[in-house]
């Protein structure tokens, strides 16, 4: 047990301060840096025998001795034979301009050049690149949401409801978002709609989904010990709704929220790529595989990843202030 002057020794306070922060940097932030670590290395050990055959061809170009020395054999040869007969000529997996797995620095580097350096109008900008696709996703995310809060609200109130449109919205997810986005663009520029609300739809179809049924659940998620305390107390169904069933309701939305704010961002990007479009996350995508800049493609994808993580943890921040004002304790 701490005695008393233990506590009001010179230090003990800032002590036990450094062990709780120390505590949570090994609980917290060790474990993610192992595997951000870990995922570095076997990235660059896969690079050696992704690019093996590029680089020995420049190699060679440049003069340097490779085996086998006929281009022909090389073609037949396996990567990881490749690179057991050639260990002096791996350095330039890590360099080549349009490598078929470029290595780590390769796209931080690009992510630097076209976020830091480029000016966010210029459409060299993943920043210019990655608002046009933020702009489709939130508009999308808003009208998905809303239209599965409505749905979960007459699905849950209404039997006729829940025994028709619930089980065709399960259906609609079974239709690979591949397969409709370019249906969806198609029938909207007949009736004149492009740009920005084909792209909105297409999250929106994909956002709407984990809305519904996570609502539904916590709509429904009230014991039935408290719903016979609300009848005693003579509630009308708008009180139970409003004083009960919307506040339980409230962690299942926001989980459904993290989900369906990366599932509308995949639906922006998916419905720019039917369309050829010059601007947005899913355009640079394509003209990187038009043109084999795998550099580009990957910096692309980073950039959508981390889009949706910031979309995510701010979601997960407004998450907690509401609980915890809410009295959750979280």
């Given at each position: 047990?701490?005695?008393?002057?233990?506590?009001?020794?010179p230090?003990?306070?800032?002590?036990?301060?450094?062990?709780?922060a120390?505590?949570?940097v090994?609980?917290?932030?060790l474990?993610?840096?192992?595997?951000?670590?870990?995922?570095?290395?076997?990235?660059?050990?896969?690079?050696?025998?992704?690019n093996?055959k590029?680089?020995?061809?420049?190699?060679?170009?440049?003069?340097?001795?490779?085996?086998?020395?006929?281009?022909?054999?090389?073609?037949d040869?396996?990567?990881?034979?490749l690179?057991?007969?050639?260990?002096?000529?791996l350095?330039?997996?890590?360099?080549?301009?349009r490598?078929?797995l470029?290595?780590p620095?390769q796209?931080v580097a690009?992510?630097?050049?076209t976020?830091?350096?480029?000016?966010?109008?210029?459409?060299?900008?993943?920043?210019?690149?990655?608002?046009?696709?933020?702009s489709a996703?939130l508009?999308?995310?808003g009208?998905?949401?809303?239209?599965?809060?409505?749905?979960?609200?007459?699905?849950?109130?209404?039997?006729?409801m829940?025994?028709?449109?619930?089980?065709?919205?399960?259906?609609?997810?079974?239709?690979?978002i591949?397969?409709?986005?370019?249906?969806i663009?198609?029938v909207?520029?007949s009736?004149?709609?492009?740009?920005?609300?084909?792209?909105?739809?297409?999250?929106a179809?994909?956002s709407?989904?984990?809305v519904?049924?996570?609502?539904?659940?916590?709509?429904?998620?009230?014991?039935?010990?408290?719903m016979?305390?609300?009848?005693?107390?003579?509630?009308?169904g708008?009180?139970?709704?409003?004083?009960?069933?919307?506040?339980?309701?409230?962690?299942y939305?926001?989980?459904?929220?993290?989900?369906?704010?990366?599932?509308?961002?995949?639906?922006?990007i998916?419905g720019?790529?039917?369309?050829?479009?010059?601007?947005?996350?899913?355009?640079?995508?394509?003209?990187?595989?038009?043109?084999?800049?795998?550099?580009?493609?990957?910096?692309?994808?980073?950039?959508?990843?981390?889009?949706?993580?910031?979309?995510?943890?701010?979601i997960?921040l407004?998450?907690r202030?509401?609980?915890r004002?809410?009295g959750?304790?979280?």
């Amino acid at each position: 047990m701490t005695s008393v002057t233990e506590i009001a020794a010179p230090g003990a306070g800032a002590g036990r301060t450094g062990l709780r922060a120390w505590r949570w940097v090994r609980l917290r932030v060790l474990p993610i840096l192992a595997v951000v670590l870990g995922i570095v290395v076997v990235w660059y050990t896969a690079c050696v025998p992704m690019n093996v055959k590029e680089t020995l061809t420049f190699a060679e170009r440049a003069g340097a001795e490779v085996e086998p020395a006929s281009p022909a054999e090389r073609r037949d040869m396996g990567r990881v034979a490749l690179v057991l007969a050639n260990p002096g000529q791996l350095g330039g997996s890590f360099a080549l301009d349009r490598p078929r797995l470029p290595a780590p620095h390769q796209v931080v580097a690009e992510l630097w050049e076209t976020t830091v350096e480029t000016r966010p109008t210029s459409k060299r900008s993943l920043v210019y690149h990655g608002w046009v696709t933020l702009s489709a996703t939130l508009l999308g995310f808003g009208i998905g949401t809303a239209l599965g809060v409505l749905l979960a609200v007459g699905i849950v109130h209404d039997r006729a409801m829940d025994m028709s449109v619930l089980p065709w919205a399960i259906a609609s997810q079974t239709i690979p978002i591949l397969a409709i986005a370019p249906m969806i663009i198609v029938v909207l520029n007949s009736i004149g709609l492009q740009g920005l609300i084909p792209k909105a739809l297409i999250s929106a179809y994909l956002s709407f989904f984990p809305v519904v049924v996570s609502m539904v659940a916590g709509l429904r998620s009230p014991a039935a010990s408290q719903m016979d305390l609300m009848h005693t107390y003579s509630a009308t169904g708008g009180q139970v709704f409003r004083k009960l069933r919307l506040p339980a309701s409230v962690p299942y939305l926001f989980a459904a929220l993290k989900v369906g704010i990366a599932a509308s961002l995949i639906g922006a990007i998916v419905g720019e790529l039917p369309t050829g479009a010059s601007e947005g996350l899913g355009a640079r995508l394509l003209a990187g595989s038009y043109y084999g800049q795998t550099v580009q493609i990957w910096s692309a994808l980073f950039a959508a990843a981390i889009l949706a993580a910031a979309m995510v943890g701010l979601i997960g921040l407004i998450e907690r202030l509401t609980l915890r004002r809410m009295g959750f304790g979280r």
